[in-house]
């Protein structure tokens, strides 16, 4: 008997890593959003040029508290955001500078879409080991950087022009702003495809 009951513990234990429970999937992706908020305008608050190699790594950390809780060894999301994040806002920024003559502002969206993509593929190497259908989140981030920061990949380009290594108040509350607003709409479009992605856990051999 006890044997048996060891065996049904272990199992609970074991589905409920892969299967949060329906009342807290919803807040996941609340504090998802808010982690990106506050991740986004701290390094945006530092200034708009170092946020792009600061951005990242708090990105990856702040993101880690929520996920942590979902999955395991989620201390991979780090180095993969970290990395992945840099890539992409530098490989991005690139595609909208090139762009930026014939599209415009339209080319902090392609941009966007780009490093988006890239960020996205990172965290997939993480996500596709404990949720099936991962490979959404790839789109699912193109999506979110394309419209929460592809007008701001636009104007990051721009300020990398007109850099002031002291920005004032006025300027840090503008930029902090910005990065506020763009992580509440990226944030809540990936917040919500994590919820989606948590409730189809991948399937393992007990």
């Known amino acids: 008997m006890r044997s048996q009951l060891a065996g049904i513990e272990l199992v609970a234990k074991q589905a409920e890593v892969v299967m949060p429970r329906a009342s807290v999937r919803w807040i996941v992706g609340v504090w998802w959003t808010v982690a990106t908020v506050v991740s986004l305008t701290a390094a945006m608050a530092v200034n708009p040029v170092w946020g792009q190699v600061v951005g990242p790594a708090t990105l990856g ?8 809780q979902h999955i395991p060894k989620a201390g991979w999301w780090i180095l993969a955001t970290t990395l992945g994040g840099v890539v992409a806002l530098y490989l991005g920024s690139a ?6 003559s014939i599209l415009w502002i339209g ?3 392609v941009g966007g879409a780009v490093g988006g993509a890239i960020l996205g593929l990172a965290q997939w190497l993480v996500l596709r080991r404990h949720v099936s259908q ?3 989140w790839i789109a699912a981030s193109a999506v979110a950087l394309a419209v929460g920061a592809g007008w701001l990949v636009y104007l ?15 300027q840090i509350i503008r930029w902090s702003g910005m990065g506020a607003l763009s992580g509440a709409i990226g944030g809540a479009i990936k917040g919500g495809a994590l919820v989606w992605l948590l409730r189809q856990p991948k399937q393992r051999d007990l």
């Open 61 to 68: 950390i702040t993101q880690w508290l929520v996920l942590r």
């Open 95 to 100: 595609v909208s500078f090139f762009t930026t």
């Open 107 to 109: 080319s902090g969206v």
């Open 134 to 136: 991962a490979g959404w």
């Open 156 to 170: 990051g380009i721009e300020s990398a022009f007109t850099f002031d290594a002291s920005m004032d108040l006025i």
